[in-house]
């Protein structure tokens, strides 16, 4: 029974499948990174080549020494001694051309790699930005391309350069001949000084490129972060030419890293090339009186001029192949995933003029959730009118925004505006007739200008101060230590909670949509800033077709149209009297905030929308 168990040929199966994954990702990578660098690595592999040959003329010229001393001929000392020079000072220039020029090569196709697999999550879908941590995407770009810069230059360093190049044992040395070793290690702290010079000046770049490294994270996260304002306001675009700016600072710093480091081996190597030409020289006297053998002198230059180090990094280069493939396959699955929500072939633009929305048995679920957030959930909202949706956490109001400007696609239904299905339309003009304002205010790292000028990028000064005067914000603006060009600093954290709203609610005014989107505005304010961003939203909301999520519910008494949500659907509909007068579930959610309980009151705490 034992003989005939399948389990072996499974193993064998896998291992084959797995091997030729591998071949086809390396094939891939090769052809759409490697291959159209070819010139620049023509011109890598001649430098490489050169140094190669020039190291392998190594033992010729050893070779010849050892001749000339067997025949005694001293009166060639000092061409031998020349060639020594010349070689090792011809292998140092190719030794820094070579390592500049592969580093550049690969760095270069790294730096392309974050920018494309950054534009490509600006054009995912907000619902695959939102299911994974900003910190898993943000590692993507940066530890997972860093594998992989790491495989090619040791494709490019170890298994070609390095399998040439032999470096002397020291111990070896020391054993052979400690007087000749004395040489070289009198020869070698003259390098002391520059070496030092240099890895101060690799220190300050390596601070520098650390900054900016935490900068470029800073900033990958601060975007990855804010998706939902990015796909809302179009600024995919302005969001990628930042993070091209940073990647291309850091691209610079480490390049300067590159040659700093590149200096110091070809200079220990001209320092080399001086202390083989004394061992010889060492090596003559001493032959000629006696003290040593020409044995000696043999066994002493094959160990300076042995390989070690080479051969190690050959053993592993394999690990560093595969955990490369294995970045670069995380890497693709990146790039590869294309996002659903697109337009259709025939989409047209979406003219909006009534900016009246309607929504017809919509029905939503979240990917892995197992319910429907949203179901069955019909409304008609005329142009120009308030609507306010509210109900207690998790009923599904924040869904609905999010499927307005399509931010998610709904599942079952339809949603129109102005009679136009919205996934006929293209996203472009969609999302240019919305504008969205919520709790968790979304502000970059910049100034008070550029913040409010993302609702219309290329938009003036005077057009920036009226919407800032407009969300009464121009006086607190003023009142800052440099105006509308003061940095806010990151996610606006040096200003207040009323501050930051009214900054988003300035750029929505500036945006000045037909549909405005309010999720939670003004829930998290205190009273005074609660009060000045109300008045504001009141001017603001006045002949603009109005969606408003709120759970303070003094906020939304004035609402045209009051929506009570539960378990995804419209529970009741009608004006705030009216629904105090049903006595159902508006009326408990107004008991349980301590709010009016009857109509006759309710006229007494009635606030503007």
Not at 590 to 595: H, P
Request: with cysteine; hydrophobic share 45%; charged share 20%.
């Amino acid at each position: 029974m034992a003989s005939v168990a399948p389990a072996p040929p499974k193993p064998a199966s896998k291992n084959l499948s797995l091997d030729a994954q591998k071949r086809g990702l390396l094939k891939r990578f090769t052809r759409e990174w490697i291959a159209p660098r070819w010139r620049q690595l023509v011109v890598a592999f001649v430098l490489t080549a050169l140094l190669a040959a020039i190291t392998g003329a190594y033992p010729m010229i050893i070779k010849a020494s050892f001749d000339m001393l067997m025949a005694e001929e001293t009166g060639s000392l000092g061409i031998v001694l020349g060639a020594i020079i010349g070689a090792t000072m011809l292998r140092s220039m190719l030794l820094y051309l070579q390592t500049v020029q592969t580093n550049r090569v690969v760095m270069r196709m790294t730096t392309d790699m974050q920018r494309v697999g950054f534009a490509h999550l600006m054009t995912s879908d907000f619902g695959r930005l939102s299911r994974e941590t900003p910190g898993r995407l943000v590692s993507k770009l940066t530890n997972d391309i860093g594998f992989v810069q790491t495989a090619v230059q040791a494709a490019l360093n170890t298994a070609v350069r390095d399998a040439l190049m032999i470096v002397a044992l020291v111990a070896s040395m020391i054993y052979l001949d400690w007087m000749m070793s004395l040489i070289v290690l009198c020869v070698y702290p003259i390098a002391a000084l520059p070496v030092a010079n240099l890895s101060q000046k690799l220190r300050r770049v390596a601070k520098q490129t650390q900054n900016e490294l935490g900068d470029m994270t800073s900033l990958l996260t601060e975007k990855l972060s804010s998706a939902r304002l990015i796909k809302s306001y179009q600024l995919e675009n302005y969001a990628s030419d930042q993070l091209n700016k940073s990647f291309e600072h850091v691209f610079k710093l480490k390049m300067k890293a590159v040659i700093n480091r590149a200096r110091i081996d070809p200079l220990l190597e001209a320092l080399g090339g001086l202390a083989i030409a004394g061992v010889i020289a060492l090596a003559y006297w001493r032959i000629a009186n006696g003290i040593s053998t020409v044995g000696d002198f043999m066994g002493f230059i094959t160990a300076l001029l042995m390989a070690s180090q080479p051969i190690r990094a050959l053993g592993t280069l394999s690990g560093r192949i595969n955990e490369g493939l294995a970045a670069a396959e995380s890497y693709y699955e990146l790039v590869d995933e294309k996002p659903t929500i697109v337009d259709k072939a025939d989409a047209k633009p979406l003219a909006i003029s009534k900016a009246a929305i309607s929504f017809r048995n919509v029905g939503f679920g979240y990917a892995g959730s197992g319910a429907q957030a949203v179901s069955n959930f019909t409304l008609d909202i005329p142009g120009g009118a308030t609507v306010a949706l509210v109900g207690r956490s998790g009923a599904g109001k924040s869904t609905v925004l999010n499927l307005v400007p399509r931010l998610f696609d709904v599942e079952t239904g339809a949603i129109a505006i102005d009679g136009h299905d919205i996934r006929d339309v293209t996203l472009q003009s969609l999302r240019n007739g919305i504008s969205i304002v919520s709790q968790d205010v979304t502000l970059f790292d910049d100034t008070i200008a550029a913040n409010i000028a993302l609702g219309r990028l290329g938009a003036g000064m005077g057009d920036i101060a009226e919407a800032a005067k407009a969300a009464a914000a121009h006086e607190f603006i003023l009142a800052q230590p440099d105006g509308y060009a003061t940095e806010i600093g990151d996610r606006g954290l040096r200003l207040s909670g009323g501050q930051r709203q009214r900054l988003a609610l300035a750029r929505a005014i500036l945006k000045n949509a037909p549909i405005l989107l309010l999720d939670e505005a003004t829930s998290a304010l205190d009273t005074e800033s609660e009060r000045l961003v109300q008045e504001a939203l009141a001017r603001f909301t006045r002949n603009r077709t109005t969606l408003v999520i709120a759970h303070r519910l003094s906020t939304v008494q004035n609402a045209d149209i009051i929506c009570v949500m539960d378990d995804g659907q419209i529970v009741e509909t009608g004006t705030h009297m009216e629904l105090l007068g049903l006595d159902g579930h508006y009326a408990r959610l107004v008991r349980s905030q301590a709010l009016v309980a009857t109509p006759a009151d309710a006229e007494s705490v009635r606030e503007p929308v």
